[in-house]
Every structure is written in structure tokens, then in C-alpha cells.
Nanobody, 126 residues
Framework: EVQLVESGGGLVQPGGSLRLSCAAS????????MTWFRQAPGKGPEWVSR?????????YYVDSVKGRFTMSRDNAENLVYLQMNSLKPEDTAVYYC??????????????????RGQGTQVTVSS
């Protein structure tokens, strides 16, 4: 059974930090591109950060989080992380990790992904 399980969300004050984790199982984790998406209330999914195998495991970020968020993956442990610093209220959303085969579909579209987790809530508020 394929599973992606996110953890680490919560309530944090503006300027604070959180580290999200995503544990993968049931598929060949090291052969899949991994992406973090987020979805704020009333909005569609937005890709936040991704690690692309075909680009040599380069990491990419949406402009709004560059310099604040850091994504990493541990292929030995089938884990993906998202370190989020200097959090802002506009970062409030449900955060999902998702996996897709390299070169398939379009990275910005959640519908292109083979697997996704249930998400973890991140709320940034004073």
C-alpha cells in the first residue's frame, strides 16, 4: 500500500519556524520526484518546493518562499522535509507532499502526481 504521511504542522507566530516531514512507503521512493504543495482556504493547490531527479536532485522554490524555506530528502529513510523559517500569515495552509515519476506531467499541477499525502495544517498567527 502506497502511503505518504505528513507531520510537523501546527500553530506558530509570525517569524517562527516549523519543520514538516513526509514519510513515504509502498513505492520506490528514490525514483520519484518529490514536491511540497500547499492549499490555503478558498484557493487551489500551489506548489511550494520540489526536488527533481532529472535535474540532478536540484531543488526549486516558488518565489514567495525563496530564502525562507528549505526542502531536503533522505532516500535511505524515504523521507522528505520542508524547513520553514520566517513564517508569515500568508503561509497558512494545508501542506501536502506528493510524488510523481520524473518527466511525467507538469510539476505545478497536483493532478500530475501519482501519489499524495493527506496533508498537515500550518497556521501562522499571533
Amino acid at each position: 500500500e502506497v502511503q505518504l504521511v505528513e507531520s510537523g504542522g501546527g500553530l506558530v507566530q509570525p517569524g517562527g519556524s516549523l519543520r514538516l516531514s513526509c514519510a513515504a512507503s509502498g513505492f520506490t521512493f528514490g525514483s520519484y520526484d518529490m514536491t511540497w504543495f500547499r492549499q490555503a482556504p478558498g484557493k487551489g493547490p500551489e506548489w511550494v518546493s520540489r526536488i527533481s531527479i532529472n535535474s540532478g536532485y536540484n531543488t526549486y522554490y516558488v518565489d514567495s518562499v525563496k530564502g525562507r524555506f528549505t526542502m531536503s530528502r533522505d532516500n535511505a529513510e524515504n523521507l522528505v522535509y520542508l524547513q520553514m523559517n520566517s513564517l508569515k500569515p500568508e503561509d497558512t495552509a494545508v501542506y501536502y507532499c506528493a510524488a510523481k515519476r520524473p518527466g511525467s506531467g507538469r510539476y505545478a499541477y497536483l493532478s500530475s502526481y501519482d501519489y499524495r499525502g493527506q496533508g498537515t495544517q500550518v497556521t501562522v498567527s499571533s
